[in-house]
């Protein structure tokens, strides 16, 4: 592995550290939103070789296979659920979107400041502080998944070089 490609995996592994210093410093809003785009890059990345753009089915998929509570926790992610609050959150920074209206049976996620998620029928109260604990576990998964899956980590390494890179900028 070249130096440019170990830089690129190491960005992915910034980013988790990025999500968690947002959240530490505060910024609930801006942490609940960056912790959506982790999921949107993670499921790029992971997408089939034959396709360039990533659907709600990867996007589910992606987080049906890594995205896990913990044990205790009353909910555990459904990737159904989880992309309709994507949508809700990126689309119209609220808790309800069009998946919701149309199918009563996708929950609709609420937040709060604290650890532990609260679940009613319709409604998930997603603890923050779990929800982006949990994402950089499943980004963390993720990235073993690809050092042990040859086959993954092809598929992924050509998409690194696309994620949105930072370069630092000497002041005259």
């Given at each position: 592995m070249s130096?440019?490609q170990a ?7 910034q980013?988790?550290?990025e999500l968690?210093?947002?959240?530490a410093a ?8 960056f912790a ?5 890059t ?9 396709k360039?753009h ?5 996007f ?7 995205l ?7 909910y555990q992610?459904h990737?159904?659920?989880v ?5 809700a ?6 808790s ?8 009563p049976g996708?929950r609709?996620f609420g ?8 679940s009613?029928?319709?409604l998930v109260?997603?603890?923050i ?5 949990d994402i950089?576990g499943?980004?963390?998964a ?6 042990d ?5 092809a598929?992924?390494e050509?998409r690194?070089v ?5 370069f ?5």
């Amino acid at each position: 592995m070249s130096a440019e490609q170990a830089n690129m995996w190491d960005g992915l592994v910034q980013m988790g550290k990025e999500l968690k210093r947002t959240h530490a410093a505060g910024c609930m809003s801006a942490a609940l939103t960056f912790a959506y785009v982790c999921i949107d890059t993670m499921s790029y990345l992971s997408l089939p070789s034959e396709k360039s753009h990533q659907e709600r089915s990867d996007f589910m998929s992606w987080v049906d296979t890594y995205l896990k509570g913990e044990p205790s926790q009353p909910y555990q992610y459904h990737g159904l659920d989880v992309y309709a609050a994507r949508c809700a959150v990126l689309h119209a920074f609220s808790s309800e979107a069009e998946l919701h209206r149309k199918d009563p049976g996708v929950r609709l996620f609420g937040y709060h400041d604290g650890g532990r998620h609260v679940s009613h029928p319709h409604l998930v109260l997603i603890g923050i502080a779990s929800f982006i604990d949990d994402i950089v576990g499943a980004i963390e998964a993720f990235l073993a998944a690809c050092r042990d899956d040859a086959a993954l980590r092809a598929r992924v390494e050509p998409r690194l070089v696309k994620v949105l890179q930072t370069f630092p900028i000497q002041a005259p």
